[in-house]
Structure formats: structure tokens, C-alpha cells
């Protein structure tokens, strides 16, 4: 399951629904955009991020000089279009990089409303009104100075959840059998991942913000409604000259890809946390093989709170973050062995690791420092050494930990009593 304010998923079973909280953040305006960070401020940064951004060869530096290679391992926090807006609370988040072992930022580019957060020049955006309301008015700046202080910047598209064009395309949303536009349990509008249009709209959006500057594109909603059989036998997806919704997922996977890759930058993708262990497409188009044979990176939600009771033998999974993270992060890797794809290697794994407390769900743990520490040492411990940290208030319990500057495995060298590891 997935929430968290910006998105909510939950899986039982083979059935999930979503939920959308909206979140208000203050825009404070590109306050100190511009300025250059202070020589003690990247001081003290740990050696290895200097290094990784001293060397910006690699096989995309003809077609990207302004961006920044990406580090040997990603580790990054996600960042709301408000958020990102604030000079003041981006300030706070860059000082968080500077002080810990994060370095990337995944930045929502369009959301869950199917709202851009910048300014675009799409004519079809533009058309949509997508773009009325943009909390970045600053982007390429705002990248910039990511850039600078060797920030890997990661530009978050929402696909296929996406009100705003159902609404106003309603022949590109999915509709019901008996007529009308179809929504989720939520009152939510989908758009028809069959359609080449929506395909083409998303992938444009894709595009214009990897222009931007980001150095990578990360899809989220890639995927169908999850559904009860009953909301299911419902919707009419209209003509499909695929066999399966896997097939859809793969052929937008597959468009997009390309045309990043055309402009020097990767693609990541996320999925149900479930994907890791599930044995078909749980009815929502996403499965290992057909994602990581097309993404550069996939990233599993895997966010102990969403687990139902029992996954994995572990009665409460939100209890037991470094056990619930361990047993996820074990079968990706060994699906990621076994995988064979027709060209290259499979993506790269990259998890999405729980930074915020479910209150929704009893009994429940308070999420700090120690529980993500946990689920880091738990990815870290499976192989997996790259990871994402949610938080839809952008606030993370790392803040100004000094003792992060060894890292986590160093902090947590010294065990205390009582943690569920092993």
C-alpha cells in the first residue's frame, strides 16, 4: 500500500486502492537560488560525492554537459512541487545532503492531479491548462543549483492517474461499459494507458522536463487501476492491439525509454512493492520481468506499512521494517538474476523505503532515524545498495546527524538490543 499524503496504495492480496491526500506547502520564491554553496558547507560532504562529481565523462556527457553523473550508489529523498518551489524549505534539504549520505532528489514534474509544476511550453499542455498553477516558477535554476552542489536531480512524472486529462480529454480516459468516464473508489478519472495519445502526452512531458536539466526521469502510476472483479468487469479499455496489460506497459515503457536515451537521460520506474515477489501482474499491467527489461532503475514501493498481515511470515510487517525490507530486497535481487532480457542488463535496483509513520493502521511504529537506518541496512544486507526515502511532507528524520557521516552501515555497527534483524 502506499500512502503517505501525495499517494496511498494498499495491497490485499491482488486488490489495492489509492488514495490522494493533497499536501499545501508555502511558496517562499527562488530565494538564494543562485548562490554558490560555501566552501565549509561542501566541506562537509563526504569525499565520495566530491569524487563522483569531479567526473562527468560517461556515455551520456556529449548530450548532457550541465547535469550530474550519477553516483556510484543513488541515495535520495523525494521532493513535492511545493517543496521545491520554497527557496527556504529547499535551503533545509540541501543542507540535509550536505550533512548525510544523501545525494539526489526526486522532484514531482507532474503529479497526481495531473498538474505540471513548472512552467511548460507544450502546446497541449498549455491547452490543458495543466500548468495554471506552478508551485517551480524557477526550474532550470533550481536545477542548477542541485547541480552544483552534485545533487543527482530526478524529475517525477505521474502517467496514468491523471484527472485533470481525463476531464479534459474524456476520450482518452477510461470509461464505464454502461457509459461515462470511469473512476476509482476515490472519484478519480484514469486515463487509458491503450491510448497512443496519453502515451504521447506523458512522453512529451518526460522529454521537455529531462530538457530541463534533470538527469533522470522517474514514472510513477505506470500501471492500471487496481481493482475489485467487479470495478474491473466494468471498465471498457476499448480497442487494445495488445494481448495483456503487461504488453501496454511494456510498449510505453519501451517509446519512452528511447526517446530519453536520445537525450542523455535514464528512466526509472515505480512499482507495487509486491512486484518483487508476485507471480503475474496482480491486474495492473506491472511485473518484474516486463518494467526491468525496459527501465534503467525500478524502484519497489516497499514500505513495511503496506504490507498486508503475514506477507513474508512476518505477522506485522510495519513492525518489523528490517525483516519486511530484507525478505522484499531477497527476491528482487534473485529475480534480477534469473532475468534474462533481450538487450542489456536489468535495471538496476532501487528501492523506496518508508520515512513516514502510518498512523492509519493499528497497532503501528513510529517512524524516525532507527527505522529508516533499518530498512537501509536491510536493503544493504540483500545486495541492494541504492535507495529512495518517501515522506509526502518532505521532512526527514536525518536532519543535522552528525553520526551519518559514516554512513549507515557505521552508525548501526554498534547494534542495540531488540531490533528485528537477524
Not at 527476491?331 to 538487450?343: E, I, K, P, S, T
Request: glycine residues 8%.
Amino acid at each position: 500500500m502506499r500512502k503517505a499524503g501525495g499517494r496511498y496504495w494498499t495491497l490485499k492480496s491482488t486488490i489495492s486502492t489509492v488514495l490522494v491526500l493533497g499536501m499545501a506547502y508555502s511558496y517562499t520564491g527562488p530565494a538564494s537560488l543562485d548562490d554558490k554553496p560555501s566552501a565549509s558547507a561542501l566541506n562537509k560532504r563526504q569525499p565520495e560525492k566530491a569524487a563522483a562529481a569531479a567526473n562527468t565523462s560517461g556515455p551520456n556527457s556529449s548530450a548532457r554537459q550541465s547535469g550530474t553523473k550519477a553516483p556510484a550508489a543513488v541515495k535520495g529523498i523525494y521532493v513535492s512541487g511545493w517543496t521545491a518551489g520554497s527557496g527556504r524549505a529547499m535551503e533545509r534539504l540541501i543542507r540535509l545532503t550536505e550533512q548525510t549520505e544523501l545525494n539526489a532528489m526526486v522532484i514531482d514534474v507532474k503529479n497526481e492531479y495531473g498538474e505540471l509544476t513548472y512552467p511548460s511550453r507544450l502546446n497541449k499542455v498549455n491547452q490543458l491548462g495543466a500548468d495554471r498553477r506552478p508551485p517551480i516558477r524557477y526550474l532550470k535554476p533550481l536545477l542548477a543549483r542541485l547541480h552544483r552542489n552534485h545533487i543527482y536531480t530526478i524529475g517525477r512524472v505521474v502517467v496514468f492517474k491523471d484527472p485533470l486529462l481525463a476531464q479534459r480529454q474524456p476520450q482518452w480516459a477510461l470509461h464505464r461499459k454502461s457509459g461515462g468516464i470511469w473512476r476509482d473508489n476515490k472519484g478519480k478519472a484514469w486515463v487509458n494507458p491503450f491510448r497512443k495519445e496519453v502515451l504521447d502526452y506523458n512522453i512529451a512531458v518526460a522529454a521537455e522536463a529531462a530538457k530541463h536539466g534533470f538527469d533522470e526521469i522517474q514514472f510513477d502510476y505506470v500501471r492500471f487501476p487496481a481493482n475489485t472483479p467487479e470495478a474491473e468487469a466494468s471498465i471498457d479499455y476499448g480497442y487494445s492491439g495488445f494481448s495483456s496489460k503487461a504488453g501496454a506497459i511494456r510498449n510505453f515503457l519501451h517509446l519512452a525509454k528511447s526517446r530519453l536515451h536520445q537525450q542523455g537521460t535514464k528512466l526509472s520506474v515505480d512499482v507495487f512493492g509486491l512486484v518483487t515477489s508476485a507471480e503475474n501482474d496482480m491486474g495492473i499491467g506491472q511485473t518484474w520481468k516486463e518494467v526491468a527489461c525496459q527501465a534503467d532503475y525500478i524502484s519497489p514501493m516497499t514500505y513495511p506499512s503496506h504490507y498486508s498481515q503475514g506477507v513474508y511470515g512476518i505477522p506485522n510487517p510495519d513492525l518489523s521494517p528490517y525483516a519486511t525490507i530484507r525478505s522484499a530486497m531477497t527476491d528482487a535481487v534473485g529475480r534480477n538474476r534469473q532475468l534474462g532480457c533481450n538487450r542489456g542488463q536489468p535495471a538496476g535496483i532501487r528501492p523506496w523505503l518508508q520515512s513516514f509513520t502510518a498512523t492509519w493502521i493499528h497497532p503501528h511504529l513510529v517512524y524516525g532515524r532507527r527505522e529508516v537506518l533499518l530498512q537501509i541496512k536491510a536493503a544493504h544486507d540483500a545486495g541492494v545498495e541504492e535507495y529512495l526515502l518517501w515522506n509526502p511532507r518532505c521532512v526527514y528524520p536525518l536532519m543535522e546527524d552528525k553520526r551519518w557521516e559514516n554512513g549507515p552501515n557505521g552508525a548501526l555497527s554498534a547494534r542495540p538490543p531488540n531490533l528485528d534483524s537477524p
